[in-house]
């Protein structure tokens, strides 16, 4: 939609108008409400929180208060030293610049609100780089009360993951992780008095001006009406990536589907992204993903899972292929790299003994039911190795082979292949009894293989934008009116994630420095 100013008839008006009510999102329209800015706030679903709602949350932002209060010496500087060591030029440098230096101011001002509170839990940067924190930089959001009766912002906050995706209890207490973080910057974001925030509302076109600044947007509600909002300061765009877009999955990505991504159900179908290159956005590393291995569900979707203390990863093959204790996106580079996991036809298998009988040796987001993985054929369990291999069709003897080596391996304390337990992101996880805590033999029957899939945490690719968050044309140019963070813009961590916290924390600081920039 592109127009003169006096030839659109806006339905309605606002300064800021944000795309989205994620972590991102939220925090750029409580720094635009906390300005004075009129603000407004759509969202897609019927659920505020986006995928932030399902995070533990932890935000990767260096040199902050909540480091200071328990004592952490972070610094930007330091955190500029790591991120650029692991990041390179897979980002641009101001970009990566931007992230950290706003990372802790952002972090004081949120804090000012008392609504709005973060502590320090320890949680290892996820590579070995000048820099580094082997026990953690990230914060977490502090527990935040439950909605009181009939508190309708509240009380529409996304449900845990575990729920909406299985029809688990519902959680009895105060919010806690990701929907902690929503939960207090829905509640400050309303008390600043500046503030609409409407759900079942979806992202339509662009409107812009014949200067091609962008004045507004349409929107189309939930019961089908197109409105027309001017926006007077600008459009901030946080509605997440393209990961439930199967179409734009297999265009962009080369991959079959999108059923294995953690990504919230109902937005993250690129719309944000997909208006601005309507109105000649640049757009970058949309091949890119917050990778993750993810545990295969009866119902073909996909669960993160993190902490592996035991068991090893094999393919169809039988043989190991990485050191199955890497933090989760290096993981997931790998199996993209040996070609495991990234289709249906491409198994990976995570083989454990006996020891482990009814749980997993690791850490799945939703639980999991041993009875009716078994009867969908995801988790396979033998007297033997060679009645496992038949059960998921790997070579007997290959398979015996690579259980043999690795057992060899935690015997003498080293994983001469892959390196395992030698990092400390590998040893945060591990809590077994031999001379290398990270491998615990296979040797006790029955043994057990549950399958395993590449999923993802989201996309990571959109579109390109400033230190401003202005979101740019092909000619490096900022289009006037439009900013965007968070999954919808191509990430300032490149190709690689550095640290806990990564995404959600940058989501926020871009947020943060969208809306000052509207303010002046």
Not at 148 to 153: F, I, T
Request: proline letters at 7%.
């Amino acid at each position: 939609m592109s127009d003169e100013r006096a030839t659109i008839d806006w339905d309605e008006e606002c300064d800021v108008l944000v795309v989205g009510s994620g972590g991102g999102g939220l925090t750029g329209a409580y720094t635009a409400a906390a300005a004075g800015l009129d603000t407004l706030v759509i969202e897609k679903t019927r659920f505020y929180g986006g995928t932030t709602a399902y995070a533990g949350a932890c935000l990767w932002l260096p040199g902050n208060p909540a480091q200071e209060r328990a004592g952490v010496e972070d610094s930007a500087e330091l955190g500029r030293t790591y991120f650029r060591a692991v990041v390179g030029d897979s980002a641009p440098g101001d970009l990566q610049d931007a992230y950290v230096d706003n990372a802790g101011p952002m972090v004081a001002f949120l804090e000012e609100n008392p609504a709005i509170r973060f502590e320090y839990r320890p949680f290892p940067d996820y590579y070995d780089a000048p820099g580094r924190f082997p026990v953690g930089r990230g914060v977490f959001p502090a527990a935040f009360p439950a909605a009181a009766p009939g508190d309708e912002l509240l009380g529409a906050i996304r449900p845990p993951v575990a729920e909406e995706r299985l029809g688990a209890p519902a959680p009895v207490g105060p919010f806690t992780d990701g929907r902690a973080l929503v939960a207090a910057l829905l509640s400050a974001l309303r008390a600043t008095g500046h503030a609409r925030i409407r759900r079942d509302t979806a992202l339509g076109e662009l409107a812009t001006g014949p200067d091609g600044a962008v004045q507004g947007a349409c929107v189309t509600t939930g019961d089908g009406r197109e409105v027309r909002i001017r926006a007077r300061r600008g459009v901030l765009l946080a509605a997440g990536g393209f990961e439930a877009s199967h179409r734009l999955r297999r265009e962009w990505q080369g991959l079959s589907g999108a059923e294995w991504t953690m990504g919230a159900p109902g937005g993250n179908t690129g719309d944000a992204i997909l208006a601005g290159r309507a109105i000649g956005a640049d757009t970058g590393l949309l091949t890119e993903s917050w990778w993750c291995p993810s545990v295969l569900f009866p119902d073909g979707s996909a669960n993160f899972a993190l902490g592996f203390r035991g068991g090893v990863f094999v393919g169809a093959d039988g043989r190991r292929f990485a050191n199955e204790s890497l933090p989760y996106d290096r993981m997931g580079r790998a199996m993209l790299a040996a070609g495991r996991g990234d289709a249906p036809e491409r198994p990976v298998w995570w083989v454990f003994d006996g020891r482990w009988a009814k749980e997993l040796p690791g850490s799945v987001v939703v639980p999991v039911d041993p009875a009716s993985f078994t009867r969908a054929g995801l988790w396979h369990t033998a007297d033997t190795l060679d009645g496992l291999a038949e059960a998921i069709g790997a070579d007997a003897d290959v398979l015996a082979d690579t259980v043999r080596v690795f057992n060899g391996y935690a015997a003498e304390g080293t994983d001469a292949d892959f390196r395992r337990g030698e990092d400390p992101y590998d040893a945060f996880f591990a809590d077994g009894t031999g001379p290398n805590p990270a491998l615990v033999p296979i040797e006790r029957g029955p043994f057990h293989a549950v399958r395993i899939v590449l999923g993802d945490l989201g996309t990571k690719g959109g579109l390109r934008v400033d230190t401003s968050a202005r979101v740019l044309l092909a000619d490096g140019t900022a289009i006037p009116g439009l900013y965007a963070t968070g999954n919808t813009i191509a990430s300032p961590a490149g190709t690689h994630y550095p640290g806990p916290g990564a995404p959600i924390g940058s989501a926020m600081v871009f947020g943060y420095v969208a809306a000052r920039h509207m303010a002046g």
